[in-house]
């Protein structure tokens, strides 16, 4: 007889397996129903629907008034069609029209005809249709000419203004432009783009076969907000006339670009800042095809030697020193050596103008007497080194100015402490070789020079919205005291030297300024650009003597002189007479400076207090 199969013990384990099993299946059950509920949910409503996000108004940009619109949005139409529901005798039809409509030469209407051939569900044709054709588009779908073809509106950026240039629209460097995807590139457009570009409309809709929105079903998941407006500190008249002004030297002086920037030294607004050549943003991608290296600001975002315009920094160190005073007297000699005779630095001229105060060293620009005053700073060239870069450190050099545009470098300047200076490199120094700035560090630089001794932050947008900015702290860097008396020597520089003054006084206005010609290292070839020179001019104009109202800073880029002789490397055009152009300019802008008395600025200085002792260099 055989045994019994079953066992009270098989049956526990089953059971207590079926259980565990079951257990575990409604476990599972509850965590996807329960737990995971609202997740399963959404990813089940991402699968069916589509999230679409509708671009609001991006702000406009103005000029200082608010009344001259720099950049602004315009709603344009998009030209798109379902080419897969069309058969390859509609879509030769349609794109034979469409072409027809949109004036296509022959290698376009191609193009047109291939990406119809494609086939895909979606597909864009063209843009920013003109109000005109969109016109005529919409006139051709209402006849049934055009089946499955779509109008979709777009927001377009638009630049009104035409610059002072050919084929350029008004501050084109300092805006910059918004690119297809609704981007800011470059300038005030990139450097706001969040203020700007506001946040999208959010909206979700269940989809189609085809995977696009089914308009019935949108609904709105976020609200958006629209852009803010920004006012400039621009000045679109001074802009306008500064371009002009900056393409006519061009032409003149065959420069490779010309740059400037006007300033206000007390507060820091930029009132232009313009490069020739420019651009037209409205066409930015042709430029992008062509050179993009156009969008490039060398206002802020390329650096140069500047030459003798750091003179007047040597100055700002010495004078702190107390190593000399302005009418402290030193040999001119034509050639200097250093470093025990292995090393050499000439004046222009290579000749020596004997005694002289060092006011009239710097207004005739002598390099000797400069490296001179550099060297004797310290009681080694190691101390020396040391003071005359902080001098330059102080008032912005070798780090940014905060200008609220995109794409601001730092510049290049050495650091004695890091690596040593020899005597010759702060020779060079002592008159703009051998360091590297741009245009707006040198006007910001110099506006402490004249405005007491503040270093400001240069700025381009003066209010958001209806919001004005407010200014930013201005750091204390020099006595009172020694920014009066390089205010005074500036103005001497204009004054004493004949060559400067019958080309950049203006008739009832005070001026002052210092100039810079310096040569151009080309690094592939590993020496120095033959006859091809930077030309600078940093200078104020005021209506009352010794108080600055304006500073210009001017830069040619790469000009061959006219006229090259020892000494004298002269353009069409020089940097000071563009100068006295500018400042012409913009002191008689209607509506930019109040009206006097001034209660911003300091009283007129009497005379400069003598600072130092008098140097025994004789």
Known sequence: MLGRTDSRGRLILLLVVFVVASTAIVGRLGWWQIVRREALAAEAERQTSVRTEEPVRRGSIYDRTGVVALATTIQRDRLAVAADQLDPAQRREVAALLAEILGLDAPKAKALTDRLRAARPYVILARNLAPDVSQRVRDAMLAGRLPHVTLEPEHVRTYPQAGGGTDSTLAAHLIGFVNREGRGQYGVEQYYQDLLAGSPRVLLAQRDANNRPIPETATVAEGGAPGADIRLTIDAGLQLAVEQELMASWVADEAVKISAVVMDPYTGEIYAQATYPSYDANDYRAIAA????????PVVSEVYEPGSVFKMFTALAALEQGTVTTSTRLEDVGTLRLDGGRTKIDNANRKGMGWMSFEDAVAWSRNVVAAKVALGLGESTRESSAILHAAWTKVGFGALTGIDVAGEIAGLVSDPTIETWREIDL??????????????????????????????????????????????????????????????MMNHVL???????????????FVGGKTGTAQIWDAKARNWKKDLFNYSFVGYVGRQEGVPELV??????????????????????????????????????????PALPRDDLPPPPGPSPSLGPLAADQ
């Open 290 to 297: 062509e050179d993009p290296s156009r969008f490039i600001d």
């Open 427 to 488: 020779a060079n120094g002592s008159f703009g070789q051998g360091v590297a700035v741009t245009p707006i560090q040198l006007a910001t630089g110099f506006a402490a020079l004249m405005n007491g001794g503040r270093l400001v932050r240069p700025h381009v947008v003066k209010a958001i919205g209806a919001d004005e900015v407010a200014a930013a702290p201005r750091a204390e860097v020099m006595d009172p005291a020694v920014s009066r008396t390089l205010v005074g």
């Open 495 to 509: 004054t004493e030297v004949p060559f400067y003054r019958d080309r950049t006084l203006i008739p009832g206005y």
């Open 552 to 593: 210009v800073a001017v830069r040619i880029n790469e000009a061959r002189p006219s006229v090259i002789k020892v000494g004298q490397i002269e353009l069409p055009v020089m940097s000071f007479e563009l100068f006295r152009r500018i400042a012409t300019n913009a002191i008689t802008t209607p509506g930019l400076l």
